[in-house]
């Protein structure tokens, strides 16, 4: 059981530059999550699905754009890089808001 | 936005010793969650603790929850090296379904 899988787990952009991160889940969970941990800032939401054909805002979503065409899959968009994106980024999941998320273990994204 | 605070921000303590940590919110919440994160990994669940509960065990973690003081702690017993990790505390507090983290705390556990 793979659990969440993150992809790629490392990347350096120009500024500018466009990429896409993956987040793929294998335990059916309805709720998926992208969040970026900066030093000193703990976890931040990015965006978020309630299920497969919806995204929200969250708390940090200007620069970044999400789709969840299918349940198992969330992506998160970079359109522009700009170097303030540098940062770790996780994708998390779980059954509902209320219950434990399962993450995975992040993609390192430098921008220069 | 409104979030779980830890405290403190770092902690270092020897091998077999207690760990204690604290996690305070302003407003209600529905459930108050802890977890984990080693170097360079994803967080790990450890512990969901709900408003109507006081307390809560698993293995050597010991969860409480006070609302009256709007304020959770962890305690780790008899500390092992592989806990050193960083801990962080998950409300859904202000009405938000969505949890949201606190800055968390650095634990080391010196061998």
């Known amino acids: 059981n793979a659990g969440v899988t993150q992809t790629p787990k490392f990347r350096v952009l120009k500024t500018g530059q466009s990429m896409t991160l993956l987040c793929a889940q294998d335990?059916?969970?309805?709720?998926m999550y992208w969040y970026r941990q900066d030093p000193g800032m703990g976890l931040r939401l990015i965006h978020y699905?309630?299920?497969?054909?919806?995204?929200a805002k969250g708390e940090v979503p200007d620069g970044y754009n999400v789709s969840r065409l299918k349940k198992q899959n969330f992506l998160l968009g970079l359109e522009s890089a700009a170097p303030s994106q540098t940062s770790v980024y996780f994708c998390?999941?779980?059954?509902?808001?209320?219950?434990?998320?399962?993450f995975g273990d992040g993609t390192r994204l430098s921008i220069l | 936005s409104q979030q779980g605070e830890e405290d403190p921000q770092a902690l270092s303590i020897q091998e077999g010793e207690n760990a204690t940590m604290n996690c305070s919110y302003k407003?209600?919440?529905?459930?108050l969650q802890w977890y984990r994160q080693n170097s360079g990994r994803g967080l790990v669940h450890l512990i969901l603790?709900?408003?109507?509960?006081r307390e809560k065990h698993s293995g050597r973690l010991r969860v409480t929850l006070d609302t009256s003081k709007k304020s959770s702690s962890l305690l780790i017993t008899a500390s092992r090296a592989a806990d050193t990790a960083s801990y962080f505390c998950?409300?859904?507090?202000?009405?938000?379904?969505?949890?949201?983290f606190g800055r968390g705390t650095s634990l080391i556990v010196h061998p």
């Open positions: 998390a999941s779980s059954y509902s808001a209320h219950q434990p998320q399962h």
């Open positions: 335990m059916n969970h309805e709720y």
């Open positions: 699905s309630v299920g497969e054909g919806t995204t």
């Open positions: 407003t209600s919440i529905n459930n």
């Open positions: 603790i709900r408003s109507n509960e």
């Open positions: 998950a409300t859904d507090e202000g009405g938000s379904y969505i949890p949201t």
